[in-house]
């Protein structure tokens, strides 16, 4: 779908969280670009930065297709939306390519590499994304303590992943004690998911995401600073998974096994319509 100011105005806020945004100011690779983004995700395109800009609102991330000198696109996006995930789409190479990532978040693809290249920086940067989206989601829930708020969302934005609630209560500054307290009283018992459980989606999510562009599991191991026995026993635990079937599903497959995992105390409903 091609958008402009006026059709924009027409999609609900907050329903788009796992589509991807695209702008294409090269026509030669409008085409390519587009074709390859059909089979990884559905997407809207559009026409004008000003749009794009609002896009990023309602998207879990946006694609930039820009030649060498026009790299005042991801400036004007990141002034509007820091923390929004980039896939950037460009013929710039080297240490020049580097002045375009602003953020950890961010993907270089060189126009050459786009076939095999495209999709799983997408699939990486929208997730990164719903995970963001998740934050926000969490940080504007009343009902929920404003420690546990504040220490969800910096689940969610930690990289590498927090990897225990001893250590995600010296983030947050109180006792572990007290977080799991502030758990308790948010998370009914009868729903199961413990706060550590959590802490572990998030590693396994953080995995998979890193098995896209990692040669196999013990490099995946080695990044994430555990061990490949480690990661197989959460996949089996939290999904049932084994982690060939982690590396089949992808980063975009794991994430809504988690969502669906999270009591609707935990998170603002619409932000969990993603990737299903």
């Not at 806020?13 to 995700?41: F, G, K």
């Not at 820091?82 to 375009?100: D, F, I, K, M, Y």
Request: proline share 5%.
């Amino acid at each position: 779908m091609h958008l402009n100011g006026h059709t924009l105005a027409a999609i609900p806020q907050r329903t788009l969280d796992a589509v991807v945004a695209l702008y294409c100011e090269e026509d030669r690779w409008r085409a390519q670009v587009q074709h390859v983004l059909r089979r990884h995700v559905d997407f809207l395109e559009a026409r004008t930065l000003e749009t794009l800009v609002q896009l990023a609102d309602m998207t879990s991330c946006s694609v930039l297709v820009i030649a060498r000198h026009q790299s005042d696109y991801t400036a004007a996006l990141r002034r509007r939306h820091p923390l929004h995930p980039l896939v950037l789409v460009s013929n710039v190479e080297g240490r020049e390519a580097t002045c375009l990532v602003r953020s950890p978040r961010d993907e270089v693809v060189l126009f050459r590499e786009v076939d095999r290249g495209l999709g799983p920086a997408v699939s990486r940067a929208s997730v990164s994304g719903v995970l963001e989206q998740l934050a926000i989601g969490i940080e504007t829930e009343k009902r929920i303590a404003p420690l546990l708020r504040a220490a969800l969302a910096f689940v969610y934005r930690a990289r590498p992943p927090i990897r225990s609630i001893k250590e995600l209560a010296a983030q947050v500054g109180c006792d572990p004690r007290t977080l799991e307290h502030h758990w308790r009283a948010a998370v009914p018992r009868a729903d199961g998911l413990r706060l550590h459980d959590v802490l572990s989606w998030m590693l396994l999510l953080h995995a998979s995401t890193a098995r896209v562009r990692t040669a196999n599991w013990s490099a995946v191991g080695a990044d994430l600073g555990v061990c490949v026995q480690t990661i197989a026993r959460l996949a089996r635990a939290l999904a049932d998974l084994s982690l060939g079937e982690v590396a089949a599903l992808g980063p975009r497959g794991t994430l809504p096994l988690f969502t669906r995992r999270v009591p609707p105390a935990l998170a603002v409903r619409e932000t969990l319509r993603v990737l299903t």
